[in-house]
């Protein structure tokens, strides 16, 4: 194959020459070594196609801290919603771009549309999302808006069966967190 990029421009007259079948055999490995970095440049032009330094790339473009601990497709996920974000044009516009952002069960929002109040309530699972949460929202959202972004500490209904003990006895964690660290989350009202 290598041999072929290069012989195909050749005269057939020369073609037959063992000097130039060498050489088309070093030219071809070359001009193959090209094309892949070429290929290289232009997929990690695009967020579906990059390669995992193309993403650090575009991530330390757009300001994105931390993202060198993310797998690629998680990398490649956070860079999407960052990159597809723009002001919501309806609350349901809002939510879809939640749902990517999050996932359709780590968080609960609820316009207060007489107050002009959005409260978004995080599960302990994507508590790192928090901040980013804050800032962007608060870019893309009406600036009449008040917005509050919490953290959701309160597990019981989804372990109300066992008691505080029973989950210290038998270390339980929620999204990461310790039993003993949950109380660092609490909502302050």
């Known amino acids: 194959m290598r041999e072929n990029r290069y012989s195909e421009y050749l005269p057939s007259t020369v073609r037959e020459l ?7 055999e070093i030219e071809g490995q ?19 196609t990059a390669e995992r330094s193309g993403l650090l790339r575009l991530a330390k473009m757009m300001g994105f801290l ?36 999050c996932g359709e069960e780590n968080y609960k929002a609820t316009l207060e549309r007489e107050k002009y109040f959005l409260h978004l309530v995080l599960e302990l699972s994507i508590k790192e999302k928090r901040d980013f949460l804050q800032k962007h929202l608060r870019k893309i959202i009406p600036a009449n808006l008040t917005l509050k972004v919490d953290l959701n500490t309160n597990t019981h209904g989804k372990v109300g069966w066992m008691t505080h003990g029973k989950m210290k006895e038998l270390g339980w964690s929620y999204g990461q967190i310790p039993f003993e660290d949950l109380t660092l989350y609490q909502i302050k009202e």
Do not use: M
């Open 18 to 24: 063992q000097e130039f079948q060498k050489l088309a």
């Open 30 to 48: 070359i001009l193959e070594e090209e094309a892949t970095a070429r290929d290289r440049v232009v997929n990690n032009q695009w967020i579906l």
């Open 66 to 101: 931390g993202a060198e601990v993310l797998e690629t497709e998680e990398l490649r996920k956070e860079i999407l919603y960052r990159w597809n974000s723009r002001s919501p044009y309806t609350w349901f516009h809002l939510l879809d771009w939640l749902d990517g952002c």
